[in-house]
């Protein structure tokens, strides 16, 4: 049975720091391209974060260059999105992605507000 589930969201203040994860069972996520989606309030889904299955491609998108990073732990079976000098437009739900040709895995979203 596939499973896809993320934790750490939460509210933290303005220049914050946050770190969502998403663990898989069911299967390896070091055989698939993970991305990260955000989708803020009244808002469509947006790309966030994207690393390849072999792990040595990753893009960040360019409003978040420099503050959020993404990264993998193969052991946890998990993908780790590292966000640092949180903002108050980064306030969204944020989704884990999975996808190779056959397969596409979503996470259940978590919150990430921030504001003082």
């Known amino acids: 049975q596939v499973h896809f589930v993320e934790s750490g969201g939460g509210l933290v203040q303005p220049g914050g720091s946050l770190t969502l994860s998403c663990q898989a069972s069911g299967f390896f996520i070091s055989t698939y391209t993970t991305r990260w989606y955000r989708q803020a309030p009244g808002k469509e889904r947006t790309f966030v974060a994207i690393m390849s299955g072999s792990g040595g491609y990753t893009k960040i998108a360019e409003s978040m260059k420099g503050r959020f990073n993404i990264s993998r732990d193969n052991e946890k079976n998990t993908v780790i999105l590292q966000m640092n000098g949180l903002k108050a437009e980064d306030t969204a739900v944020y989704y884990c992605?999975?996808?190779?040709?056959?397969?596409?895995?979503w996470g259940q979203g978590i919150q990430v507000t921030v504001s003082s």
């Open positions: 992605n999975a996808a190779n040709a056959v397969n596409n895995y």
